[in-house]
């Protein structure tokens, strides 16, 4: 028998990448965590899943929604097989230290996947303060827009590109390592 794959959706909205998976392949998914900010989609997208997990996978898989605020979420370390994370990188405050906590959460047992699609364009760090107290039309934060060149490279270090480009608007797919035990 396959071992079931933990799913975390990171800044999951309604949740459209696990309903998906749910949808397509229920009997492959064993957990599903969602984090996200205490909002309406959110807790849209919970409802959504739980009734679905009831239906389609049975009482054995696991639901978790965790909400994030203004400061860093922990997540549970060697926990998930796959990391869904799109649109999101480009609005966090610190993309670096989020991108290590989704490392650490990787499990050990599974394929260690994470799919990601930082969006926004790169500016250094001379340009930042101007563009966070002038351009309030931007939706991404102009400290995610200066920490993204090293938060690529950091997913180039730690893992192996197995599909999409380094282009601004490309979704790319992550085999990463597991952190080296000290």
């Known amino acids: ?8 959706e990171y800044g999951s909205g309604i949740a459209p990448f696990s309903d998906y998976l749910l949808k397509h392949c229920p009997q492959n998914v064993g957990g599903v965590t969602i984090v996200d900010i205490p909002a309406e989609h959110f807790y849209f997208g919970l409802w959504r899943l739980r009734y679905k997990m009831d239906v389609l996978v049975g009482t ?3 639901l978790k929604g965790i909400e994030v605020g203004a400061g860093s979420t922990i997540l549970p370390e060697n926990t998930f097989d796959l990391v869904v994370m799109i649109t999101v ?3 966090l405050p610190n993309p670096i230290a989020t991108a290590k906590n989704l490392f650490a959460s990787l499990s050990n047992r599974g394929p260690g996947m994470i799919y990601e699609d930082f969006g926004a364009t790169e500016i250094d760090s001379s340009e930042s303060s101007i563009i966070v ?3 309030t039309s931007d939706p991404n934060l102009g400290a995610a827009r200066v920490e993204r060149k090293a938060t690529l490279r950091l997913f180039q270090d730690r893992c192996t590109l197995v599909d999409g480009d380094m282009g601004v608007m490309s979704k790319r797919l992550w085999k990463c390592r597991q952190a080296e035990t000290a």
């Open 133 to 135: 107290q002038r351009d």
């Open 89 to 91: 990188f480009e609005h």
């Open 60 to 62: 054995d898989a696991s």
């Open 1 to 8: 028998m396959t071992r079931r794959m933990n799913l975390l």
